[in-house]
């Protein structure tokens, strides 16, 4: 959906998306992290499982809600890269601790 | 927690933020800024500080740096990546940053959190690649990425010419651009144009430029479009109006920006619908001060009136903290007002033309019945409808009934449209129907970083 425009600067951020290593622009959201890995969505919705993805990239809209470093629910467009961010997506409603 | 409190605490690093902690701390004011972005910036100049000299953004995007550096330059104790999730009326802020959860007291508070897109909410509108024209412009300002498929921009507004012609300079033209902007808005726009020639020449200049730029690119362009719909099972595939159809990967959606009105309605200050731009704005004079003394509100968040109107009405609130303080005595606080008072002047005369030109269409705000308008529970147009003939007189009853505005973006999005629907169905003006009333905390803030307040 997305690519490197020509022309910029090559400094990247490794991380890994759905357990894949990918290597990403430095300064960019776990958000665009996902969607330049080329998955169509950060997450299913509770309600009936519906595929989402990011809509606002501004922290309006809480489509990009995603596991980032094992916690859930975070509003991955909010979150920058950094080296070794363990990115997951959401399905359905987040766990409660002890369940 | 400390008894101790600040002179001036500011909330969103945009540009009415910047200029107004700059301006509060040469004013003598001990000031904090907090912003939920890792850099200063807000939206409009998001990425600003690492931006290059040829930036396919432009000039007016590059004229953020200024304000960026009066920042750093001056004594402003600036918290980024820190999220106001509470803020009591005695002037308590209740902060969340990486280091934990945290309270701060301030004797003033200006609320400069600017604005947010309009939710355009077509049939398809929550597929994966449907986005805001704003999110691609945030793509390219964060990482320099552009589109790699076939993207089209639909909708009305500054920015769909804007985002256009920053991605053609970007080596990635927009597959086709679908105008939305209603037959009629030409000719009331076009009423206010001859006086408007002279005293708006520069902004309308510009305007013509980018338009112009955008042509000479070559990219399909569709005026009037109606019926606009987003198909596809998984992602969107293909979009379609009612005269014709094409595919895409990604379909950047913009009917305008309106106020981000959650923390001002979550502070149960006074709003008004205004009817010229089709949005809530918070009830302010002149220096922005509200219904609650220790607020006032700068920026877009005020009302739309773009960047440069943001810095100056962010300058003129820092002046009206000064005073409010006793730092400053009226007169003078009017004295220095008064060149800011005669840009802003200048920077407001092209709104009530563009609010004209680019109005949006009845069903931005009423949309048809099958279409969901609260995109966190799923809750449909018709559902809302069905809960106002139900006895539900406003969103928050029709939030008791449907779930609506209980997702997580707490009524962010779908509250115009709500508030808008309720009043079409029950026949009542949309002030009466009113709006939703956020509660805290603003955003989600987990019982461990609660827990950890009271340590502090």
Same mark, same amino acid.
């Not at chain 2, 690093?13 to 800024?33: D, H, K, Q, R, S």
């Given at each position: 959906?997305?690519?490197?425009?020509?022309? $910029?600067?090559?400094?990247?951020? &490794? !991380?890994?998306?759905?357990?894949?290593?990918?290597?990403?622009?430095? /300064? *960019?959201?776990?958000?665009?992290?996902?969607?330049?890995?080329?998955? $169509?969505?950060?997450?299913?919705? &509770? !309600?009936?499982?519906?595929?989402?993805?990011?809509?606002?990239?501004? /922290? *309006?809209?809480?489509?990009?809600?995603?596991?980032?470093?094992?916690?859930?629910?975070?509003?991955?467009?909010? !979150?920058?890269?950094?080296?070794?961010?363990?990115?997951?997506?959401?399905?359905?409603?987040?766990?409660?601790?002890?369940? | 927690?400390?008894?101790?409190?600040?002179?001036?605490?500011?909330?969103?690093?945009?540009?009415?933020?910047?200029?107004?902690?700059?301006?509060?701390?040469?004013?003598?004011?001990?000031?904090?800024?907090?912003?939920?972005?890792?850099?200063?910036?807000?939206?409009?100049?998001?990425?600003?500080?690492?931006?290059?000299?040829?930036?396919?953004?432009?000039?007016?995007?590059?004229?953020?740096?200024?304000?960026?550096?009066?920042?750093?330059?001056?004594?402003?104790?600036?918290?980024?990546?820190?999220?106001?999730?509470?803020?009591?009326?005695?002037?308590?802020?209740?902060?969340?940053?990486?280091?934990?959860?945290?309270?701060?007291?301030?004797?003033?508070?200006?609320?400069?959190?600017?604005?947010?897109?309009?939710?355009?909410?077509?049939?398809?509108?929550?597929?994966?690649?449907?986005?805001?024209?704003?999110?691609?412009?945030?793509?390219?300002?964060?990482?320099?990425?552009?589109?790699?498929?076939?993207?089209?921009?639909?909708?009305?507004?500054?920015?769909?010419?804007?985002?256009?012609?920053?991605?053609?300079?970007?080596?990635?033209?927009?597959?086709?651009?679908?105008?939305?902007?209603?037959?009629?808005?030409?000719?009331?726009?076009?009423?206010?144009?001859?006086?408007?020639?002279?005293?708006?020449?520069?902004?309308?200049?510009?305007?013509?430029?980018?338009?112009?730029?955008?042509?000479?690119?070559?990219?399909?362009?569709?005026?009037?479009?109606?019926?606009?719909?987003?198909?596809?099972?998984?992602?969107?595939?293909?979009?379609?109006?009612?005269?014709?159809?094409?595919?895409?990967?990604?379909?950047?959606?913009?009917?305008?920006?309106?106020?981000?009105?959650?923390?001002?309605?979550?502070?149960?200050?006074?709003?008004?619908?205004?009817?010229?731009?089709?949005?809530?704005?918070?009830?302010?004079?002149?220096?922005?001060?509200?219904?609650?003394?220790?607020?006032?509100?700068?920026?877009?968040?005020?009302?739309?009136?773009?960047?440069?109107?943001?810095?100056?009405?962010?300058?003129?609130?820092?002046?009206?903290?000064?005073?409010?303080?006793?730092?400053?005595?009226?007169?003078?606080?009017?004295?220095?007002?008064?060149?800011?008072?005669?840009?802003?002047?200048?920077?407001?005369?092209?709104?009530?033309?563009?609010?004209?030109?680019?109005?949006?269409?009845?069903?931005?705000?009423?949309?048809?019945?099958?279409?969901?308008?609260?995109?966190?529970?799923?809750?449909?147009?018709?559902?809302?409808?069905?809960?106002?003939?139900?006895?539900?007189?406003?969103?928050?009853?029709?939030?008791?009934?449907?779930?609506?505005?209980?997702?997580?973006?707490?009524?962010?999005?779908?509250?115009?449209?709500?508030?808008?629907?309720?009043?079409?169905?029950?026949?009542?003006?949309?002030?009466?129907?009113?709006?939703?009333?956020?509660?805290?905390?603003?955003?989600?803030?987990?019982?461990?970083?609660?827990?950890?307040?009271?340590?502090?």
């Amino acid at each position: 959906m997305f690519r490197k425009r020509p022309d $910029a600067s090559l400094s990247t951020v &490794p !991380v890994t998306v759905e357990g894949i290593d990918i290597r990403v622009p430095e /300064g *960019v959201s776990a958000a665009a992290a996902i969607l330049l890995a080329g998955l $169509a969505g950060t997450r299913e919705t &509770p !309600v009936s499982g519906a595929p989402r993805a990011p809509y606002c990239l501004m /922290g *309006v809209c809480f489509e990009c809600l995603a596991e980032i470093d094992g916690r859930p629910n975070r509003q991955s467009c909010m !979150v920058t890269v950094a080296p070794g961010m363990a990115i997951r997506r959401q399905h359905g409603k987040r766990a409660v601790a002890g369940e | 927690m400390t008894d101790e409190k600040i002179d001036f605490a500011v909330i969103g690093a945009g540009p009415a933020g910047m200029a107004a902690a700059a301006f509060a701390v040469e004013l003598g004011l001990e000031t904090m800024l907090i912003d939920e972005q890792d850099a200063p910036g807000g939206q409009i100049y998001r990425g600003v500080e690492r931006a290059e000299d040829d930036s396919p953004l432009g000039d007016d995007y590059l004229a953020g740096r200024s304000l960026v550096d009066r920042l750093r330059a001056g004594a402003v104790d600036y918290r980024s990546a820190t999220t106001v999730w509470h803020i009591d009326p005695d002037g308590t802020l209740s902060l969340l940053s990486a280091a934990g959860a945290e309270t701060i007291r301030a004797r003033r508070i200006l609320v400069a959190t600017g604005a947010i897109e309009r939710p355009v909410p077509i049939p398809g509108w929550t597929l994966p690649g449907v986005m805001t024209a704003g999110a691609a412009q945030i793509m390219l300002k964060t990482g320099d990425l552009v589109p790699s498929g076939r993207a089209v921009l639909a909708g009305q507004g500054p920015l769909i010419w804007l985002v256009a012609a920053q991605l053609i300079r970007a080596g990635a033209p927009p597959a086709a651009i679908l105008e939305t902007a209603p037959h009629p808005n030409y000719h009331s726009a076009a009423r206010l144009l001859p006086r408007l020639l002279w005293p708006a020449r520069r902004v309308l200049w510009k305007g013509w430029s980018l338009i112009r730029e955008v042509r000479r690119a070559g990219v399909p362009i569709r005026r009037e479009v109606t019926g606009l719909r987003a198909l596809g099972r998984d992602r969107v595939s293909r979009v379609v109006w009612d005269s014709g159809e094409t595919d895409t990967d990604l379909l950047l959606l913009h009917e305008g920006v309106i106020p981000n009105t959650q923390i001002s309605l979550a502070l149960a200050l006074e709003h008004r619908w205004d009817d010229a731009q089709l949005c809530w704005r918070p009830v302010t004079d002149t220096w922005g001060a509200t219904s609650l003394q220790t607020v006032s509100i700068a920026g877009d968040g005020g009302g739309i009136a773009g960047a440069e109107a943001a810095a100056l009405t962010g300058s003129l609130a820092a002046l009206d903290a000064a005073a409010f303080l006793d730092r400053i005595d009226p007169a003078e606080r009017d004295r220095r007002a008064a060149p800011l008072r005669a840009a802003l002047d200048r920077e407001l005369a092209i709104r009530p033309f563009l609010d004209r030109l680019y109005r949006p269409a009845p069903q931005i705000l009423v949309p048809d019945d099958g279409i969901v308008v609260c995109r966190c529970e799923e809750v449909s147009v018709a559902q809302i409808r069905r809960a106002a003939r139900l006895g539900a007189q406003g969103p928050n009853q029709a939030k008791a009934f449907t779930r609506c505005g209980m997702g997580p973006c707490q009524g962010r999005i779908c509250g115009p449209v709500v508030s808008a629907v309720m009043a079409d169905t029950l026949g009542r003006p949309i002030q009466e129907i009113g709006t939703y009333r956020p509660r805290a905390p603003y955003k989600p803030i987990t019982l461990g970083a609660l827990a950890g307040l009271g340590k502090a």
